[in-house]
């Protein structure tokens, strides 16, 4: 059976023009010509992430990068907002690193308030907080704004924000919001296959790792910061997926921002739409919803593993049967990276022939 | 300037046939063509290692493994064998992640005296030994089974060795001489692009990691042995590397180990004859020799960096000019990989052509 084209939330369809820039012959990570690859990325990673300061390519999945940022910036306690799956388990990973931590606890499919994370911060002891921007299991996207200001009313707390799945598909003014550390996976909306993470490292957070002792070396921020300035990475790199950063990050800016989160907006309304004329519902409440992704409440109670697989079988396609403890209960489809309102109608179209008999 | 033919150590020359494979489409990583993908694997792995113990995957590069050796299995104090710049460096790394660490430090270009480890040991303390095998910085092959079998003699003390460069080159007998931890990147003999380790974990190892509470989670000897025994990684998997992987072992297998072994050995050899019949001499000495590179030292006194630069620009091939404190002394050729006699003889072809320009 022939592979089926991914409409999961990540990794997402990768295109021939990506695999024929990966395919190009290795060079060595420690001379010129690396320099050059690297440099040529960051003005467009720097407009993606709304950041002038440099931006860090680390040859690692996420979570290595928010393990590190617990181990690189918590000195005291740290305060996790957990609505999810992903944000849920970086609380465990927190004390995993032998963490004082802390939570706020929402149900999954609400997002974090903004009011509650601010009465947490008073109680005092915290010096970070992490936030998962786009919760990939809930399809919740977080209030970043608004919790960036409410951490930013506070001394000397550090916002550790994870944009894996929002990353390049909505803005993200990691300067303007005062965001000390900014990571993201590239197998979302970058379309990239997995392997790689970027991050930036605000001024305040390479201070605070420097008076730390716990940051070892492979995920080290100073090490990436002294390593960066010349234009190269602490570890040996990713090469093949950098050839195919470089070229995501040409065709990004050649997309034009504004026009790519245009773009996932209008895809993510379509989903939005078919959801409505199906009665069905969303998981996350209105005004917090992705829009890289849209997590499906299975309120018709349809058999979720057989619709994914009729919708695979029958048509090629995959989407997502939900996650973790809302599997079955949920669904998820994903409109992140290239694509377009033809393949997601030809989806969604897909979906229409299915879904009947699926239904009572 | 067309991308020259790689003969530096590590990143080499990748496949056509690699990249193709590497081009296949994304799948998720959480279901059964995953779980396909990375059994298939399994058993080529398990005999390039030597050993009947599951192959993980990490999604780093192999100096991400070295340090969850440190942070997984250290508890009183390591001993680092240090002889050129990444087994040097191990033990800085093993003193950043906060242990108690000592060192044997030989001259570079020397190997490992088994017998200096015996008496270190005795000294008392120690709990973990880190070992490079192959230092690819100096062309040094240490005497693997002998510091192996001096390590057994020792209770609770494990040993945890790098063979970056040597991983599917040379016959590495895991199981049989009792190493702990036995890590590999995949850009070297296994001639695929960086950006991914395999290693192996002795019961020892994971009953030690078990009561350490130092393991964080990304690098987590435990989570990997848990995910592992599902045929699944504890992050997500750098995919398109993994299909290549898939590809190479494939191809490993199919050429036969013992025959891959000669093969290396062979192009190493006509290597070491050209340095005979030019005058150059060896950085290390007879009987430790790496089968994967060659380090030359600079007994003629050219301009390496000049002679560097003629073979690439002359001749489209790239070697390397010698590593950190030693470049311009030495500089290295590489037949790692899927190099064959043919291509290194169009190699040092070129590096006579050039040479005589260089010579006084």
């Given at each position: 059976?022939?592979?089926?084209?991914?409409?999961?939330?990540?990794?997402?369809?990768?295109?021939?023009?990506?695999?024929?820039?990966?395919?190009?012959?290795?060079?060595?990570?420690?001379?010129?010509d690396f320099e050059t690859l690297y440099a040529s990325m960051q003005p467009g990673l720097q407009a993606i992430a709304g950041t002038a300061r440099p931006v860090f390519l680390s040859t690692s999945s996420a979570w290595g990068v928010m393990e590190a940022s617990i181990r690189n910036l918590v000195r005291g306690k740290v305060l996790n907002l957990c609505c999810g799956a992903f944000s849920d388990k970086w609380f465990d990973v927190s004390q995993r690193c032998g963490k004082e931590a802390e939570k706020i606890q929402v149900e999954w499919g609400?997002?974090?308030?903004?009011?509650?994370?601010?009465?947490?911060?008073?109680?005092?002891?915290?010096?970070?907080?992490?936030?998962?921007?786009?919760?990939?299991?809930?399809?919740?996207?977080?209030?970043?704004?608004?919790?960036?200001?409410?951490?930013?009313?506070?001394?000397?707390?550090?916002?550790?924000?994870?944009?894996?799945?929002?990353?390049?598909?909505?803005?993200?003014?990691?300067?303007?919001?005062?965001?000390?550390?900014?990571?993201?996976?590239?197998?979302?909306?970058?379309?990239?296959?997995?392997?790689?993470?970027?991050?930036?490292?605000?001024?305040?957070?390479?201070?605070?790792?420097?008076?730390?002792?716990?940051?070892?070396?492979?995920?080290?921020?100073?090490?990436?910061?002294?390593?960066?300035?010349?234009?190269?990475?602490?570890?040996?790199?990713?090469?093949?997926?950098?050839?195919?950063?470089?070229?995501?990050?040409?065709?990004?800016?050649?997309?034009?921002?504004?026009?790519?989160?245009?773009?996932?907006?209008?895809?993510?309304?379509?989903?939005?739409?078919?959801?409505?004329?199906?009665?069905?519902?969303?998981?996350?409440?209105?005004?917090?919803?992705?829009?890289?992704?849209?997590?499906?409440?299975?309120?018709?109670?349809?058999?979720?593993?057989?619709?994914?697989?009729?919708?695979?079988?029958?048509?090629?396609?995959?989407?997502?049967?939900?996650?973790?403890?809302?599997?079955?209960?949920?669904?998820?489809?994903?409109?992140?990276?290239?694509?377009?309102?033809?393949?997601?109608?030809?989806?969604?179209?897909?979906?229409?022939?299915?879904?009947?008999?699926?239904?009572?």
């Amino acid at each position: 059976m022939p592979k089926p084209k991914l409409f999961i939330p990540g990794p997402v369809d990768i295109s021939p023009a990506t695999f024929e820039a990966m395919s190009a012959p290795m060079i060595g990570h420690r001379g010129k010509d690396f320099e050059t690859l690297y440099a040529s990325m960051q003005p467009g990673l720097q407009a993606i992430a709304g950041t002038a300061r440099p931006v860090f390519l680390s040859t690692s999945s996420a979570w290595g990068v928010m393990e590190a940022s617990i181990r690189n910036l918590v000195r005291g306690k740290v305060l996790n907002l957990c609505c999810g799956a992903f944000s849920d388990k970086w609380f465990d990973v927190s004390q995993r690193c032998g963490k004082e931590a802390e939570k706020i606890q929402v149900e999954w499919g609400q997002p974090i308030d903004p009011g509650a994370v601010r009465a947490k911060l008073q109680e005092g002891g915290f010096d970070t907080v992490t936030l998962v921007h786009n919760e990939t299991s809930t399809g919740v996207m977080n209030p970043l704004s608004d919790i960036a200001a409410v951490v930013k009313e506070f001394d000397d707390i550090l916002l550790v924000v994870d944009t894996v799945s929002s990353f390049s598909a909505v803005p993200i003014a990691t300067d303007e919001l005062g965001i000390d550390v900014l990571l993201a996976g590239v197998q979302k909306a970058m379309a990239l296959p997995p392997g790689l993470s970027v991050f930036v490292v605000s001024e305040a957070a390479l201070a605070r790792a420097e008076s730390n002792t716990d940051r070892g070396y492979y995920f080290d921020f100073l090490e990436f910061a002294k390593n960066g300035a010349k234009n190269n990475t602490p570890s040996t790199p990713p090469i093949a997926l950098l050839y195919g950063l470089q070229h995501m990050v040409e065709t990004i800016m050649a997309e034009g921002l504004e026009a790519r989160y245009a773009r996932h907006e209008a895809n993510n309304s379509l989903v939005h739409q078919w959801l409505a004329s199906n009665g069905f519902e969303h998981f996350a409440p209105e005004g917090f919803r992705s829009r890289t992704l849209t997590t499906i409440s299975n309120n018709r109670d349809i058999d979720v593993p057989g619709f994914v697989k009729a919708v695979r079988e029958g048509h090629g396609f995959l989407i997502n049967g939900g996650y973790g403890k809302i599997k079955g209960r949920t669904f998820r489809i994903s409109n992140m990276g290239n694509e377009t309102a033809e393949s997601i109608q030809d989806l969604l179209t897909a979906l229409n022939e299915v879904l009947p008999e699926f239904l009572g």
